[in-house]
Structures are given as C-alpha cells and as structure tokens.
C-alpha cells in the first residue's frame, strides 16, 4: 500500500456517462497508470525543487535561467492539462500521497473502517521555522488521512467540518513519522475523527476533528 488502500467498495454509484455528482465524484478513481510509469519520479522531482527553492540563494542571473527553464516546462504541461477528475494526481494509490504533490508525502502502510496507519514524511520545503515543520501541513497530513478514515468507514466521501490541531512537540522534518487516524464515534452523517502523529514515542500533534459524509449529489 501507498497512497491509499486499494480494496475499497464505494456505496455510491456513478452514471455510466457522468460520475460526477454534487462537489466529488459518486465514485473515486483510483488508478495505477494514469501519467505513466515514472508519474512518481516526476512527482518526486518537483519535490526536491521545492525543496532546494527554499534553501537556494540564487544570483539574479541564475533566477533568469530557472524562470526561462520554468517557462519551457509550464509550456509543455499546458498542451496536456485535463479537469481534475481526470488528471493522475490525486488518484495514483500506488505513490505516496497518491501522487498529490500539495499533500506532504506520506504511505499507508494499513488502512479500513477501523481506520488508517501511515508514515509521513515533511519535506525541507514543509518548514516552518528553527528547523521544524509549519503547523498548516501537520493540519493538510491530518486533514488528508482524517478523512480517509471517514471516507474508508462509509465508504464514500465526507468533507470536514472542522478540524483542530493540538501541536503537542515540535515535528521534524526528513523524518519518518507514524500517523494514526480513527473513527471513534458515528453518528449518521457525522464523523468523528481522533489521530495521532508521533515522532517514535514522542507524540508531536493529535487530532479532533469532525467529517461529514456528503449526501448524493451534494455540492
Ligand atoms: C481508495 C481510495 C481512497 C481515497 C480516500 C480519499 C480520501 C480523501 C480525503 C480528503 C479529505 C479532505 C477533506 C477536505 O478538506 S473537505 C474541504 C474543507 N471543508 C469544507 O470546505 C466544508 C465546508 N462546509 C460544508 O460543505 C458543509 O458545512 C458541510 C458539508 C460540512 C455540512 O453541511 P451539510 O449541509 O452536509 O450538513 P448540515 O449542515 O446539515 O450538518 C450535518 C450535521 O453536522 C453538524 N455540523 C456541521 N458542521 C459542523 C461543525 N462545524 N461543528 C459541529 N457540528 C457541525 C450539524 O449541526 C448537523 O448535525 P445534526 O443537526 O444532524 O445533529
């Protein structure tokens, strides 16, 4: 496993010619092809510019290249761009974060209506200061996995109605951590959602939070 369990059922169907009902699709696609093999490479190499963007001190003329080498780049990709359902990242349950590069990287290593286990991984360019990793992508990793145990206890999607963040220690960066996130009450609709993000031990961020499963077709 990677970015998500692969054998989830989804109680709601699609239509045969649109499975897009209200804000999310009936149905999450999820796929192990889409931008091909080496998607991850690229996906991984967009990383570490970030991550070297934040810690370059470039000279201007060193900046005026990297921006005409960019230019060529985003110029490439605009001959390729698809809506959002259909574009690998965010579906590719083979990479980490399946293949979302907004979410910092992370693997699962179980996840199911019990609820679902991860190693996450900030990035350098996750930094918030001193070395540790902003507060706001602690919250994304828990926002993200919270709500894939929400949405493996349903078995469809749910959108958070709020989250809070308890910042227990501070969270390195470059380092595996071990993120936990469980449905630990139901009621209809909504969700109730613990989590923990350890350092080893250390416990660094905990999660309280409150998913809502969306109706069919809600916007
Ligand atoms: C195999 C592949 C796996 C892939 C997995 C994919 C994982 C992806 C994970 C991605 C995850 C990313 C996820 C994201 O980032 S989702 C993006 C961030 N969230 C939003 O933008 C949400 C915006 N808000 C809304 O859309 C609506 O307000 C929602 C949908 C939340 C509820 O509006 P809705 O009209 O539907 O319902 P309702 O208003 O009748 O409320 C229903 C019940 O809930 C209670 N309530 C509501 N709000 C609150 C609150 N703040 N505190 C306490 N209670 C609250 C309410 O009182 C009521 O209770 P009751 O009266 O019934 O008792």
Known sequence: MKGAPTDQKWHVPATEDSPHEGG???EIDVTVERGGPRYGELIEQVRTFMDKVRYANPTP??????ISDLQEFNAKLDTVLVDE???PSGTRIDLPARGNITLPPYEVVDG???????TVEFRPFHLGGNGVAHGGHVATAFDDLGGMAAALNVHGICR???LTVNYRSLTPLSTPLMLRTWV???DDRKLFVKGTLHDGERLCADLDALFIALRR???
């Open 85 to 87: 359902w259909t574009s």
């Open 112 to 118: 199911g209506e019990h609820g679902v286990t991860a």
């Open 24 to 26: 999310f699709r009936a």
């Open 61 to 66: 003329e060193l900046v005026d290249e990297i």
């Open 184 to 186: 630990e009450r139901r």
């Open 217 to 219: 077709g809600q916007a």
């Open 160 to 162: 958070t109605a709020y």
